[in-house]
């Protein structure tokens, strides 16, 4: 899922397609139970509003657009143009903003990590309203088109590398694991160090800037200078 939001979406949907990642299974099985169930399952048992379905449909219509033939269509043209990016930083947001709502709402607030991370989405997302951030955004998705192939290797390491309770189980759960964050941030900071490398040779000097741009956005939206020092160690090598 990183080699995939850092490289094909582009940093738009960064960092909804990571903590969204984090509960895939529980919500693919959840989103399974709601359909069956009809429109009501989808909106949790008995109307409870902190039922876990909430968390499916507040990402719902992220996903279905990532399975859609517009999809395939932005994977496979060699430039991102401004209607696609704008339809991903709405889809993008409007997830984010359902999201913390529903954090808000039905997370403790002890469980600081789910806060940090939801509100560093929606901080993520502030990108979109920048007026000058859409040539950059173009560059940056070319580039990760050119190194693809690495960016599927690093994303497979990383993947290898994650702590075990990182995916499956149930959304609610995932949403309540400890140093959540932590992980995130860690790994972002190991895919940096995989793929950065080869970003000057094979896409251009002037996209090594961007590039760290953009990662740079998602430590300081994550607050991730409060956990880097901390990363487990098969996170940090």
């Given amino acids: 899922m990183a080699k995939f939001a850092l490289g094909t979406l582009g940093v738009v949907s960064c960092a909804v397609v990571l903590v969204a990642s984090q509960e895939s299974e529980g919500m693919g099985s959840t989103m399974g139970g709601g359909m069956m169930g009809g429109p009501e399952g989808m909106m949790g048992h008995g109307g409870d509003p902190c039922d876990q379905g909430g968390i499916v449909m507040c ?14 269509q932005f994977t496979t043209e060699s430039d991102i143009t401004l209607p696609q990016f704008n339809q991903i930083c709405q889809l993008s947001k409007t997830a984010a903003t359902c999201f913390q709502a529903f954090t808000d709402r039905c997370i403790p607030q002890t469980y600081a990590d789910v806060h940090v991370g939801t509100s560093g989405i929606v901080k ?3 990108l979109c309203n920048e007026p000058e951030i859409f040539p950059k955004v173009q560059k940056y998705v070319a580039c990760g088109r050119k190194i693809n192939d690495t960016l599927e290797r690093c994303g497979n390491s990383v993947k290898e590398s994650m702590p075990k309770d990182v995916t499956g ?6 949403l309540q694991r400890q140093n959540a964050v932590r992980d995130l941030c860690c790994v972002a900071k190991k895919f940096e160090k995989c793929y950065m490398p080869e970003v000057s040779g094979r896409c251009g000097a002037e996209a090594v800037p961007i590039n760290q741009e953009f990662l740079n956005r998602v430590y300081a939206s994550f607050q991730c200078a409060n956990h880097l020092t901390n990363c487990p160690a098969a996170l940090s090598t």
Avoid: D, I
């Fill in 59 to 72: 990402f719902l219509p992220f996903m279905s657009w990532a399975m859609s033939g517009a999809a395939q």
């Fill in 124 to 126: 993520m997302l502030e």
């Fill in 169 to 174: 189980g149930e959304p609610m759960a995932a």
